[in-house]
């Protein structure tokens, strides 16, 4: 009757956590209950495990097409399933920039059968794309669009507020914002010292993040268009955010929840420089107090890697971004042992979330009818985060020698296992996501 039934764990679903089996049939979940194993023709033996539905990574950069030698689709995707990820949302600044309904359908078939995990990619916004925004938002594949406020070269930099009404103005998904002001970054340009990447939350302020978060909620009620606003890291943020909840939602990254200036400067130099920077404890705690009191709606990774060579460059030539897809769920789980969130909370955080705000079809719940993506969890597990664990091509995390609690121990794509007890199970099955509001019949 059916193909899979995963017996004896909790299953985190959306009405709270339920003690029972989960049946799985053509990729979706088919039942929920107390289910006899002899009606499957597999068994998962749950016992002991929560099962999450599976974590949706709604912002990584895995550098193709153009920077392979960084990452690739391939490799991303696998660190992705060995972390307990099981969908992936891309960004468009690769080389050449994803801005074309040719380039999104080339990422969309190097993807499918590639990719570890399913996959959808932004379409990056550039002054000379605007018009034809609404046909790239609608793409097969394509989540939404990204802005670039800051910190993006070429095309993909979008610093006026004219231009920024422009884009936004131009289809009705909801547009990623990328929330530093370019023209505070060029005043400042020359606080970043050379060798002193102490400097780099410095040159790039928070009121740089700031002010760019204050123009584009601006901008977005001026034309009526709603704005999901990524990595936020300051304390002056997720007050105008949850002023701003009818329009705007917003996203924090693990590495702001869990490092913080300078100490991390102190310990990992350039290997901890990202933009927007990790700023002292004060914009931690107040990230945490936003977590607490709902107004963060989605944890994303911000997956930027780099080669080693090339992040221990002397500042400011090392380049910002870390890797971050594959150590999301362990870190987060910590923070759950830590008693930071409830796991209920951290569910909603990498899955109800990001299916809400970009109305993904199918995915993010543990709900008949839904695809079976599903990451199994040992909380009670206790392990160290390595530099050898990893499968970016970068092969480093700014977390190697970090003890955390909490661990996937399986991940499952629209029912096929593809990573269990840290091995990666070939084939890759990856297909791109599918959105409720792009549906052909709309």
């Not at 920077?67 to 992936?88: I, N, P, Q």
């Amino acid at each position: 009757m059916f193909d899979t039934i995963i017996k004896g764990g909790t299953l985190m679903t959306p009405w709270g956590r339920v003690e029972a089996d989960l049946a799985i049939k053509d990729g979706e979940i088919a039942d929920l209950g107390r289910l006899d194993a002899g009606q499957a023709a597999a068994v998962i033996d749950a016992t002991g495990l929560h099962v999450l539905p599976g974590v949706i990574d709604t912002q990584v950069h895995f550098r193709e097409p153009g920077l392979e030698h960084k990452e690739d689709l391939e490799s991303g995707s696998r660190g992705a399933v060995k972390g307990g990820v099981t969908s992936v949302f891309e960004m468009p600044n690769t080389s050449p920039p994803t801005i074309t309904t040719e380039a999104l359908a080339y990422k969309v078939s190097r993807g499918r059968n590639r990719m570890f995990c399913d996959f959808a990619f932004f379409a990056g916004a550039a002054e000379e794309n605007i018009d034809t925004l609404p046909v790239l938002e609608r793409q097969e594949g394509v989540c939404g669009v990204k802005l670039f406020m800051g910190s993006s070269t070429g095309s993909l930099l979008v610093a006026d507020d004219p231009t920024i009404e422009r884009v936004l103005a131009s289809g009705r998904r909801r547009v990623a914002i990328h929330a530093e002001d370019e023209f505070r970054l060029e005043e400042r340009q020359d606080l970043s010292h050379q060798g002193g990447v102490h400097s780099h939350p410095v040159w790039r302020d928070e009121e740089c993040a700031r002010l760019a978060t204050e123009r584009v909620i601006r901008a977005a009620r001026k034309v009526g268009r709603k704005i999901h606003v990524l990595h936020v890291t300051t304390r002056f943020e997720p007050p105008m955010l949850a002023a701003a909840k009818d329009i705007a939602t917003m996203e924090v990254t693990p590495q702001h929840l869990t490092l913080a200036a300078p100490e991390c400067y102190d310990r990992l130099g350039s290997f901890a420089q990202m933009n927007p920077p990790i700023r002292g404890e004060e914009h931690r705690a107040a990230l945490w107090e936003a977590v607490r009191l709902g107004i963060v709606d989605v944890i994303g990774s911000d997956h930027a890697p780099h080669t080693r060579e090339e992040k221990a460059r002397e500042y400011p030539a090392s380049p910002s971004g870390m890797p971050g897809v594959q150590t999301l769920l362990p870190l987060m789980l910590n923070h759950v042992a830590e008693g930071r969130l409830s796991l209920e909370r951290l569910v909603d955080l990498t899955a109800h979330g990001p299916q809400r705000i970009y109305q993904i079809a199918q995915k993010g719940r543990i709900a008949v009818g839904f695809d079976a993506d599903l990451t199994l969890v040992d909380l009670d597990a206790t392990r160290t985060i390595t530099d050898e664990w990893m499968e970016t091509r970068s092969g480093w995390t700014p977390f190697a020698g970090m003890q955390v609690k909490g661990w996937p121990v399986a991940t499952l794509v629209r029912g096929r296992t593809v990573m269990q007890e840290d091995e990666i199970l070939a084939p890759a099955i990856g297909q791109p996501v599918r959105f409720l509001d792009t549906h052909p019949g709309l």
